[in-house]
């Protein structure tokens, strides 16, 4: 009975959300991964087993008693010298689950204000913030759920934004624990607070993610069906159209309509592996086709789409880096560092 209710709650939850179109919607900080390790993967969470606070940081379902007092520090170099960076505790209460206590930022750098007149008014910084409060709790064997609370702010200059936004989620757990799979709704909330008084909507999501280790192989495969809410995903970009009209004979030359249906599938799906080397080295590969055909040039040969990185263990310090190649111009660097306090005191 408890896992009928918890779940009829999560799915009610996800379907008073109003669905979002991608890009069409504001502070975007929301939708930033900010540890290396599903970064690593270019998944924006994971669902897998493990004692890792970074796994739980995007995925409150994960939250267990294994990440009793664990502490995770990350940091994330974006472009042109905006860096994002974040902090995480985990502590666990008997009889009432596993919290994570979190703040993430995004700073944009420093910039020269000009007014109406050009003329200068000095310097001011621009910068996201968000507070995470997160819970799960262990239904049964197979099933756990978990919620993340997120305020966020933003602050551009002399103007700031508030939101309310929630993550709800339902992760299930093989008995060997190699299968799992989470259906979360991200970013469910509202603007309370906004930069002019025009509301602009959050990036709601909902998503698919799943994980699957095969009996004594290195390995684990993943897989992410993302934007479930929206089925079209395609951008139509009026310079470079996908269909075009001969204006001489009015022929229609693009996509046949079985490509499109491909096209849009493949938007949706992500694949990722990691591979273990040692007992404390791994390995991370991903592939996004929506990343590689959104941000692909279209003349030269680049990796968009693409993402790598590894993981190793010092002394009780788990370590990761990663790299999501999101333009050949440019792309992010993650590092997360993941230790248990315990071991201090």
């Not at 009996?215 to 159209?241: G, I, K, R, S, V």
């Not at 592996?273 to 040039?297: P, T």
């Amino acid at each position: 009975m408890r896992k009928i209710i918890a779940l009829t709650v999560l799915l009610c939850s996800m379907v008073a959300v109003r669905a979002q179109v991608a890009g069409m919607s504001g502070l975007a900080v929301l939708d930033m991964p900010f540890s290396a390790r599903p970064a690593g993967l270019g998944f924006d969470y994971l669902s897998m087993n493990g004692d890792d606070l970074t796994l739980a940081m995007g995925n409150p379902s994960l939250l267990r008693e294994g990440m009793n007092n664990q502490l995770a520090l990350g940091f994330v170099n974006v472009f042109a010298g905006a860096n994002f960076g974040s902090a995480a505790y985990s502590h666990s209460f008997k009889d009432v689950g596993s919290f994570s206590f979190g703040l993430q930022y995004g700073s944009y750098g420093r910039f020269e204000g000009y007014d109406e007149y050009d003329q200068p008014t000095g310097t001011f910084a621009a910068a996201d913030y968000v507070m995470t409060i997160g819970w799960g709790r262990e239904v049964d064997d197979h099933v756990s759920v978990g919620a993340n609370f997120k305020p966020v702010i933003s602050h551009y200059e002399s103007y700031t934004a508030l939101a309310v936004s929630f993550d709800v989620a339902a992760t299930y757990m093989s008995t060997s624990k190699a299968f799992a799979a989470t259906l979360m709704g991200r970013n469910i909330g509202a603007q309370l607070m906004t930069f002019d008084g025009t509301t602009e909507s959050l990036p709601f999501e909902l998503s698919l993610v799943g994980s699957y280790k095969l009996q004594d192989a290195p390995f684990c495969l993943m897989f992410a069906l993302d934007d479930l809410q929206t089925w079209n995903l395609a951008y139509e970009d009026p310079l470079n159209p996908s269909s075009v009209t001969d204006p001489f004979t009015g022929e229609v030359s693009g996509k046949t309509d079985v490509e499109r249906v491909l096209d849009n599938l493949g938007r949706h799906v992500k694949v990722g592996v990691e591979l273990n080397i040692g007992k404390s080295l791994y390995l991370r590969l991903g592939y996004s086709y929506r990343q590689m055909v959104e941000m692909k040039a279209a003349d030269r040969f680049n990796t968009s789409g693409f993402s790598f990185g590894l993981g190793f263990t010092v002394k009780g310090f788990r370590i990761a880096y990663s790299r999501n190649n999101y333009h050949f111009a440019q792309a992010p660097n993650y590092i997360s560092i993941t230790t248990d306090l315990e071991r201090f005191f």
